[in-house]
């Protein structure tokens, strides 16, 4: 099976009609390859990010949703909800494993502080504005400085006087183009409904990133906006948002063989990267994180069964831990599984072949492969001091004093000068993790975490050691002293002790005693002279990474689409099964019949009004006629990613079918590399959605909604 | 998926093509649904158990095999010679590890004394002669011992100057029937090829009873025979044996959708056993078996892995322990899987139905089904003793000290009143035992698991306690003070002494010291009773079953198969997967592309050589066009059990296209009730042992005999 895909890799271009993450710009032009696959909507409609079906896709900051009524009612997956759920529960109610159904509109709950959908209003090329003044001998450290400065100048513009429009500016093809981002923030959130936990992530941890599977992985929100209709922040006089544009249900779903399309945000892929990279990522990157991150989570599972109020408060950070060390195990098990490097290596060498081949291209692509090289080795140097910091960074105490130095330290400068992340329009966003740290810390992981953290850092090598923070640690007596002192009734506990650090100047923080704040300025006292060299080297790959990709692109014929952005993008394909296991073919279906054929013990408990709705199931209006029941999840030949969760899955004509919550556990290297013939994508059903909506929850008035109203 | 298993146990008639382990008489009168099924050969001919393909069949006593070569040559399983492969294994030669080629016919080995290959000559109708003076008011004890009697008179007449000939009767039908069966012992069996280990039992016990498979589960051995064709001993003079039959091959091997089906000697199946027999099993029998095994187990492997030594001793009896644990757990998991006691339960009442629904009918099988019920109730109060008791007679020298005392016992009878096991007949074989013990007997492991069953009979209640053994323990203070006795320099251990044992008259044991034997006189004094009690309740049986299953099949219009007992069946079906859960299929073929994909470390070391010749099998000839590759394993319908291994695999015309070896691990619980829908035999497909004979081990010259020589 991995001849095919060694022939995918080689040839120049896009072998697989199921790989692109297109940008809907890139759709018109794809119009002939979309209708022989069976699209029936048209091509430049669907390219329309303001049209039917793109127009009602929105998104989470963090995952992917859809408009799914005219009343502003958004689809989603569970586990995208997760945060809010554990932000409406408390000692009495768990939400995140009890669920939640309003029992009408005035029933549902505001999700909390720093919560907004986002809706795109605006996209446009700013690639001309972004390189404004950059000249072929600008030096890397200035070219760095001027392209920084032209995109906060375009955002802070974009942003000036209108608190409810949020800006970004986009980098596509490694810095080759730019585009501006316009979208409206919908801070007014409210859950309508979430299945439990034991429905949401059905399987838990055993069954997450694998098939069969059968999540009901979906939830229900809610946008308000002020009675004008303008964005407002959450109030009891707001009123439901009217989207423009909203999706239809096709309460018929989507089965074998049929076209399908996600319309969605994934987040990153690394697809234009190098072998080398490549290599260095299965050899140290992924073992290195597993290694820690195992760890970790080991610490904070053994307080969570410890304790009910710590599993409360660490759960949410312990299920993404888990997702994501699955995800960098998976991605190491896919490198190993076939040949991925070799075939990396050997796309590179026609590459190489193909630019030496005319003097031409020699000349203008050649050099940038010698000073990638360099960098990549760089890079390679520093890699452990800089993750095990960045693992430091977690610690909820330390990663409060370090933004507030960090903001100080930025305040003298002026805002556009600013680093990323710093600047005035970021404050708001690092007030409400101040809040909401106070619903997720807990101390005594936070300090088992930071002992085994800071013993990390004492045992670093010379050159990756970042000296002022062994030096205060030693200067406290060692790590079990120090981790004592900073875990001393910290005053950084309390909610208004964090706030108030935001507002204290560089000044005043550099006076501070408080232990934390101390190690975070012995953190920065490390890291400022490394982000120097980081923006030298981001200057340097402004330079290099678009003319490599530039190369690939005119090598493969310009039928190419950009690495994963956090930027909406389309894949099409269909649904289809594949072969696991020689002797296995996983069928692209799952039923409610399997669903309550697994119930057992934890965590496959599926609540037991669902198994007794499950009895008559194939009674059901949402059967499926070949099934003879209710379909759960789909596998479709989709390329989405981490980003993608709660994406609309749509059909031939834009109408929805159900929603995408995750890859298979093959799928995870094609971050690196697709390989069509195992990378799949599985969705929810939306008849599975439909079934529970009516048969479980008796959710008639959400059904209503959605616009299939029991007959 | 359950409702078609509900409707086929609810039907009173055989509802699925693909059940029944047919008697070969009953072929002719099914031979319009043979056709139907695919069969082209005819029916007739396929019911002759001297013609072709039958005649080509023959039993190892434990496995089945066929003739594949005029010459004698025999195919069969490798886990069927594994005991062979043992008894050719020294210090410098590990066999099971490493397999043999002989290089020549020269070369060939003789597997050592006790084995040997059996050929049916004749099977007679018996039922007359072995109920002759029976009568309706025979008291039971009284009829067992006409049966029996009746039973041991036939087969000394059968055996009676003819060395080379053993005679068996068989019941069938719970005892409603007997077949005289007359078999050529062919003794001088000798090893022609088998694969190591790695490849034999490719996967170990993490694969054992699995899908996806790979296993090279096949084995030549050669029959000779003395220079004038009779049946002897082995003999460096001994030639070849000729056989009447032998199967040709089809090198096309069998491919999805193909009819297919077994010759061979399937051991046991409990189909007609009540659902309270069922349900004992389920909740008693199977677990409380289950829980001892694991510890002996464990037992055992902490032998084998702490010395090499015992590790070449034990591994055959671990494996075989192994097996037959994941069967027991296989058909615990089977019976909680779906409704298999409701079913029976169902089936069951459907029959009381049936037969109250006429009072002729109420007044013939009533009385049976409450007597039934009473004898039940017995064996499951005496169960734990007596299965406590049977493993303690796995131990080595305490089963042949065992045997010998009951031989003694015995033989003041006449040799026709003798129990059965235990006559003239039997005393070669048990020398044979006692010999090969010394290939396999390792005291320290011995001693472990004394001490534990032991300890677990001194724990047994009152009612089931064998309290001779008892008292010996606590006369010997105390079972750790009792193992120390046994094993203090065991004179057992050496063969001479098992084998002096054997001729030792009763007086002369009675008054024999030896702690083994002192031990073997305790189990007796206890369990002479039991005996007796078994005879009665034998003889009930004989009244009982037979009208429980005369009703069963009246109530199916005769359309049944007797159980299976360990004689020539034929079972027909076709090539095809399962699922083994929703949202997977099993697809019915494996490839040696497959079995590379899965290699690493042990239980997966499959050897370079055929890691090497794995790169080109996709150009072997024996390809299969449609998988792009030499297929390995296959799945089909077909009705197996234990016993069935090593049996021929074949076409519609008779064809050798495979051997089977297992089946999946759904199939167990198939013993107590067939299920079309999840039961499924795994067959190694003659394609895989040709190409292995060719590509990995250029084995030329067997080829050459198998009719496939190189072109």
Redesign the interface.
Same mark, same amino acid.
């Given at each position: 099976?991995w001849t095919a895909l060694l022939a995918a890799v080689l040839a120049p271009s896009i072998a697989s009609a199921d790989e692109g993450m297109w940008l809907p710009e890139q759709l018109p032009q794809r119009a002939v390859e979309l209708r022989r696959l069976g699209l029936t909507l048209d091509a430049d409609a669907l390219g329309d990010p303001k049209g039917q079906p793109l127009g009602s896709i929105v998104t989470l900051g963090f995952c992917s949703a859809s408009f799914v009524s005219p009343d502003g009612l958004i689809a989603t997956n569970h586990h995208c909800v997760s945060g809010y759920l554990q932000y409406l529960s408390d000692a009495e109610n768990d939400r995140n494993r009890d669920g939640f159904l309003a029992a009408s509109r005035a029933d549902e709950q505001w999700v909390g502080p720093g919560s907004e959908v986002q809706v795109v209003d605006k996209i446009t090329d700013v690639t001309l504005e972004v390189v404004k003044g950059v000249r072929r001998r600008t030096r890397d450290r200035t070219r760095e400085r001027i392209v920084s400065l032209n995109q906060k100048t375009l955002v802070a513009d974009c942003e000036r006087d209108r608190p409810d429009v949020r800006c970004q500016v986009a980098s596509y093809w490694g810095g080759a183009e730019y585009r501006l981002i316009e979208k409206r923030r919908l801070r007014d959130v409210r859950l309508v409904y979430a299945p439990p936990e034991s429905v949401g992530s059905y399987g838990g941890e055993i069954d997450n990133w694998m098939?069969? %599977?059968?999540s009901g992985d979906f939830a229900f929100l809610r946008v308000y906006v002020a009675p004008d209709g303008s964005a407002a922040e959450h109030s009891a006089d707001n009123v439901p948002y009217q989207p423009p544009r909203h999706l239809e249900i096709n309460p018929e779903g989507a089965n074998p063989g049929d076209f399908v399309m996600v319309a969605g945000y994934p987040g990153s892929t690394y697809r234009f990267r190098r072998a080398r990279d490549l290599r260095f990522a299965r050899d140290v990157r992924y073992p290195f994180r597993i290694e820690l991150q195992r760890q970790i989570i080991d610490i904070l599972q053994g307080h969570a069964d410890a304790d009910p109020e710590a599993k409360a408060r660490l759960s949410s950070s312990i299920g993404q831990l888990e997702n994501s060390l699955k995800y960098s195990q998976g991605m190491l098990d896919g490198f190993s599984k076939g040949p991925v490097l070799a075939d990396k290596v050997a796309a590179e060498e026609s590459l190489m072949d193909w630019v030496e081949a005319d003097p031409r291209r020699a000349r203008r692509y050649g050099p940038a492969f010698a000073e990638l090289d360099q960098i990549a080795d760089e890079d390679e140097r520093l890699y452990r001091g800089e993750a095990v910091v960045g693992w430091l960074l977690q610690i909820d105490l330390l990663r409060a004093a370090y933004t507030a130095w960090r903001l100080a330290g930025e305040a003298d400068k002026p805002d556009l000068l600013r680093d990323r992340g710093y600047q005035d329009r970021d404050r708001e966003r690092h007030a409400r993790r101040m809040e909401r740290m106070d619903k997720s810390l807990w101390l005594p992981s936070d300090r088992d975490a930071l002992v085994l953290l800071l013993n990390r850092v004492m045992e670093l090598p010379e050159e990756q050691r970042p000296t002022p923070v062994v030096e205060l640690v030693t200067a406290w007596g060692g790590v079990e002293a120090a981790v004592a002192k900073l875990h001393d009734q910290p005053a950084l506990a309390q909610t208004e002790a964090r706030l108030a650090l935001l507002d204290q100047s560089r000044d005043a923080l550099a006076e501070s005693d408080d232990p934390w704040v101390q190690l975070a300025r012995a953190l920065d006292a490390w890291s400022a002279p490394l982000r120097a060299r980081d923006k030298q080297r981001a200057g340097s790959m402004l330079r290099l990474r678009p003319a490599y990709i530039e190369a690939l692109r005119k090598q493969s014929g310009d039928d190419l689409y950009p690495d994963a952005n956090g930027t909406l993008r389309v894949t099409v394909g269909n649904v289809k099964?594949y072969?696991p *296991?020689?002797? #296995?073919? *996983?069928?692209p279906? /799952? /039923?409610v %019949?399997? #669903?309550a *054929?697994?119930a057992g013990d934890w965590p496959f408990d599926a609540p037991e009004r669902l198994l007794e709705a499950s009895q008559t199931s194939a009674d059901s209006r949402w059967v499926d006629a070949d099934l003879g029941d209710v379909p759960v999840?789909f596998l479709t030949t989709l390329d989405t990613t981490g980003g993608n969760s709660g994406s609309a899955t749509l059909d031939s004509q834009g109408r929805l079918v159900g929603l995408i919550f995750d890859g298979n556990y093959e799928a995870m290297s094609a971050d690196w590399l697709f390989n069509p013939v195992l990378t799949r994508s599985i969705h929810v059903d939306i008849r599975y959605i439909l079934w529970t909506l009516e048969s479980v929850e008796e959710a008639d008035w959400v059904l209503d909604e959605l616009g299939v109203a029991a007959p």
């Open positions: 099976m098939w069969p %599977r059968h099964g072969e *296991a020689d002797g #296995l073919w *996983a069928t279906q /799952t /039923t %019949r399997g #669903l *054929a697994k999840n």
